[in-house]
């Protein structure tokens, strides 16, 4: 779907923000003059405006007034003090995206009652169109709203929908997992070193055979354990890795991961700072 006739506006330009604001430009979606962003820092979007002609917005109530669609994109802790200063500005012909860890639709559409909502959670890959963003949709947000939303997450990555009641869990898992994976990354890349590779050379290797394994899951269909079970010769060397991998217990460390994240979101949603 083309954006060219909207406005986008983002309150918090921080690690998200814009690496969605850079996705978004990098893509092509929208130009930079489509583009209106807020943040306490007004100095960091005023170097963006001078060096990429995005518009940096005095406060937050002149972003939510220039958009159409407005992306809310502050540390949860921030949203209540976000949605009281903007509730004047936003009315239905808008379409708030909200992408704050465990902040519902309803907490938002207390604020700004009859509003469409999406709630979204993306991951930083975003940045280099490789995102992962799954979004559930408000009361008052249509099919129109989600095919808005879808098109935005879909320029920079991959999108899906899901009921509200899993929100927390994507948190968990994909919201969440880029750092996972970078850790995963970095003892890959220091244990290359441990075996005698320079460290660049590792960390291209080690960086590239993840990007490999997740291309050949995606792009084959296969299930990942006969996909394993192909790099796998009886008697070499993946076989011993793998006993010392599982003996190590990697398996259950992710899978707790993932569950503490979501318990994390979880509490968060319940409005446990
Ligand atoms: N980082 C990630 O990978 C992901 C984050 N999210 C969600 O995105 C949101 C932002 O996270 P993240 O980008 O990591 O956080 P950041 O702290 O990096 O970004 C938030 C930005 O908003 C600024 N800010 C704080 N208060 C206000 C305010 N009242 N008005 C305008 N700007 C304000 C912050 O300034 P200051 O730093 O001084 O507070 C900061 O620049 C969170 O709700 C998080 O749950 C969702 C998916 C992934
Ligand atoms: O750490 C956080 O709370 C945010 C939400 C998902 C990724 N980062």
Not at 92 to 105: E, N, P, Q, R, V
Not at 125 to 133: D, E, I, Q, S
Not at 233 to 261: C, D, F, H, Q
């Amino acid at each position: 779907m083309a954006l060219t006739d909207k406005r986008i506006g983002f309150i918090g330009a921080g690690a998200m923000g814009s690496a969605l604001i850079n996705g978004l430009l990098k893509a092509g979606l929208v130009t930079p003059d489509q583009i209106y962003a807020a943040d306490i820092h007004r100095e960091r979007l005023l170097a963006w405006q001078e060096k990429m002609g995005i518009h940096a917005c005095a406060d937050n109530g002149e972003a939510a007034a220039a958009a159409d669609i407005l992306v809310l994109a502050v540390k949860p802790q921030a949203m209540e003090e976000v949605l009281e200063e903007i509730r004047e500005r936003v009315n239905g012909d808008k379409l708030i995206i909200s992408i704050a860890a465990g902040i519902t639709t309803t907490l938002i559409e207390t604020f700004l009652p009859g509003v469409p909502v999406i709630r979204a959670m993306p991951n930083t890959p975003c940045l280099v169109g490789a995102g992962a963003t799954a979004m559930c949709l408000g009361k008052y947000a249509t099919t129109a709203h989600e095919t808005m939303a879808a098109a935005i997450f879909g320029a920079v990555g991959t999108a899906v929908t899901v009921k509200e009641n899993l929100m927390d869990a994507v948190t968990g898992l994909s919201g969440s997992g880029p750092a996972y994976v970078y850790i995963m990354l970095e003892a890959l890349a220091d244990a290359g070193v441990r075996v005698g590779i320079q460290r660049d050379i590792a960390m291209t290797l080690a960086a590239q055979t993840m990007l490999g394994a997740a291309k050949m899951v995606l792009e084959t269909g296969e299930h990942p354990g006969r996909l394993k079970d192909m790099v796998t010769t009886p008697g070499g060397t993946t076989t011993a890795g793998i006993y010392a991998l599982e003996e190590g217990g990697l398996r259950v460390t992710l899978m707790n991961a993932v569950m503490a994240a979501t318990r994390r979101a979880q509490e968060m949603s319940a409005g446990q700072k």
